[in-house]
């Protein structure tokens, strides 16, 4: 199931994540998803999250302290009571053995010995006498000296360990203890384990031992057993304490943590939906502000700030519509005049040949700027009527191939002039869309004309494409481009890309203002891409249906004859490869073939989907028809260059 690592060029070892891992980690991160998206949204909650695992480190850190102090105390405070109790013992052990203790020295080695004709009753009633004091508290025992693995003769007739209650002395006395009291003398403690059986886990115990001797001067070894049962409940109830006490502790921090840090996120939640509900043009909107604090100060001054911003967005907004108002009057009252004064030019020109020379050259500039006047009064008028909210969509369904001829036939005369061959490809099956004809007409003439008065003289392709929901319309060019950014601009008002060229071609500058609005009251896009020298493309898309919205584009929005996809460099040659001094080979690209990095049509614009690959030749003015495909679409952000119409 696993795939082994492959080795780069370089000598780097690479392993591909399995599918079934991948997938397997996609499942385990679903159900996390909500609360990782929660934890980054909610600042409130990390606070009090972090806060209580900081405090729950610090309570854990002290309960090991203390209970590591607390431990060592008792244990030092057992250690001194069972070395003082053993002593006793081990004294009254020495009395009992020679109540004279006069030949007996300091470690208790017998000076002279006297008969004992019971030694065994003797030791049994010792260690029942010395552990008579401590019922529960200690055990003694009495073992034989010698080995530890061995059973010696401790008196007379006497064999086999003495203990009281019901531990078992041999397993309950460490063996390296009882070899140190057999090599040594002095008191030797030890902790140990008191055990009832083989198979019992034992108890904890201090063990103190020392060697005597008994009436008859024989050694033996007396051990006290001295069980942790107290100091361990204590101990239990010490963890037990810290235990519930660190958890109040921890509750009570977060809950304090959680009481001032919304003290200061709920101001800042209020900011943030009133902030929120400003730019959505509610303005009236404010925050209650209450105290002296900074979070009040806080309050005032994003009030203050909201005040400020109300009176000039609403100053803003009175001069907008003060202009557009005056831009709308002003269209409306030039109608009148212009009327008069094109009537008075037309007579002026018919005219003209009456004139002298230079009377006649003015009538026919006075009747040239009339068109221009006109043209763009209607554009004013156009776009005031987008500005004030009233322009209506009368959608209808229709075929783009007859608004793309009738585009084509007006547009001729202009392609002549200019010397561009116009080419339509794409349009040998329908392409209905629900939209209104007039104003898609108006945005695919304003495409051609700009593509031909910029194209240089050049072909200029229109290409059709309906795939999914959506249909298309792109318009390619191999004029002068467009440079890095003018893609997004082309399309706002009186926009130029040469502001000091003199205006002898293009319109009045609202042309591609008006056909990007034209694309969004029809739910579309009107996009535009180029690059300098080589050429531009403009996309028209609409949803097939009035209404729907748009998931993406049947043409791409570059072209696959653009330079990067042709492998080229912006000065249009193919790159040098390092070390080389002549371009690398490039590979003779198809007329139809689309690389597979230019395939960036997403699922619901298919492009095996599009009508076919074949070009109508638009014939020109003398019968000459031209059978070669000016360019294949791809994707494209369509715009002119001017913004002109």
């Not at 075929?399 to 547009?411: F, K, Q, S, T």
């Not at 699922?603 to 059978?627: C, E, K, Q, W, Y």
């Amino acid at each position: 199931m696993w795939r082994a690592g492959r080795l780069l060029p370089d000598g780097a070892a690479t392993a591909p994540v399995h599918p079934l891992l991948r997938l397997y980690v996609r499942w385990v991160r679903r159900p996390l998803l909500p609360a990782m998206r929660l934890w980054r949204r909610n600042i409130q909650l990390r606070v009090v999250a972090t806060t209580l695992l900081m405090s729950l480190g610090v309570v854990l850190l002290l309960g090991l302290v203390v209970i590591g102090q607390v431990r060592n105390g008792l244990l030092e405070a057992k250690q001194h009571a069972s070395q003082s109790q053993a002593e006793g013992g081990f004294k009254a052990a020495r009395a009992a053995a020679d109540p004279g203790a006069d030949g007996r020295g300091q470690d208790g080695t017998p000076s002279g010995g006297r008969a004992n004709p019971d030694p065994g009753a003797w030791l049994t009633a010792l260690v029942q006498q010395l552990a008579s004091g401590g019922q529960g508290v200690y055990h003694v025992v009495a073992l034989s000296a010698g080995d530890s693995g061995d059973t010696s003769y401790v008196g007379g007739g006497t064999r086999g360990p003495r203990a009281s209650g019901d531990i078992d002395p041999e397993l309950s006395v460490p063996a390296d203890l009882r070899r140190q009291l057999d090599s040594r003398t002095g008191t030797f403690e030890k902790p140990g384990t008191i055990k009832r059986s083989a198979s019992d886990e034992g108890e904890p115990a201090l063990i103190v031992g020392k060697r005597l001797y008994d009436v008859n001067g024989k050694p033996y070894q007396l051990y006290y057993l001295f069980p942790f049962t107290q100091e361990e409940k204590s101990l239990s109830l010490v963890k037990g304490t810290l235990t519930t006490a660190g958890v109040f502790v921890v509750v009570l921090l977060g809950a304090i943590a959680w009481l001032v840090v919304r003290q200061i996120v709920t101001p800042v939640r209020m900011a943030a939906s009133i902030s929120e509900r400003l730019a959505a043009g509610v303005l009236q909107e404010r925050m209650k502000v209450t105290g002296e604090d900074d979070i009040a100060r806080l309050g005032e001054a994003f009030n203050k700030m909201a005040q400020n911003l109300q009176v000039k967005i609403q100053q803003l907004e009175e001069l907008s519509r003060m202009q557009r108002r005056f831009v709308s009057d002003v269209s409306h009252e030039l109608r009148t005049p212009l009327t008069t004064v094109r009537m008075a030019a037309d007579v002026i020109h018919e005219a003209r040949d009456s004139f002298d020379p230079v009377t006649a050259r003015s009538a026919e500039l006075l009747f040239g700027q009339l068109d221009r006047f006109e043209s763009l009064l209607a554009d004013l008028l156009e776009i005031s009527r987008f500005d004030a909210g009233a322009a209506a969509l009368e959608a209808e369904p229709i075929d783009l191939r007859d608004v793309v001829n009738r585009v084509i036939d007006g547009a001729l005369p202009l392609a002549d002039r200019k010397g561009s061959r116009l080419l339509v490809r794409g349009g040998e099956q329908p392409v209905i869309v629900e939209a209104d004809a007039r104003r898609v007409e108006r945005v695919l003439r304003n495409l051609v004309v700009n593509a031909v008065e910029h194209g240089e003289g050049k072909d200029v392709a229109v290409r059709l494409a309906a795939a999914g929901g959506a249909v298309a319309v792109a318009v390619r060019d191999y004029g002068v481009g467009l440079k890095p950014g003018e893609a997004t601009r082309v399309f706002n008002r009186f926009w130029r890309a040469d502001p000091a060229r003199a205006r002898t071609t293009g319109g009045t500058g609202l042309g591609l203002s008006i056909a990007v609005e034209d694309a969004r009251l029809h739910g579309g896009w009107l996009q535009a891409w180029g690059e300098p020298g080589g050429g531009s493309q403009f996309r028209l898309t609409l949803p097939r249906t009035a209404g729907d919205t748009l998931r993406g584009s049947p043409i791409p929005l570059e072209p696959e004859d653009s330079r990067r996809n042709r492998g080229m460099n912006e000065a249009g040659m193919p790159p040098v490869l390092p070390g080389r001094g002549s371009p690398a080979p490039q590979p003779q690209a198809s007329a139809v073939s689309v690389p597979p990095q230019a395939r960036n049509v997403r699922a619901t614009a298919d492009p095996t989907a599009l009508p076919g690959s074949g070009a109508r030749v638009v014939t020109r003015h003398g019968g000459v028809r031209n059978d070669k495909p000016a360019g294949h679409g791809r994707d494209a952000t369509g715009g002119d260059r001017d913004g002109q119409g």
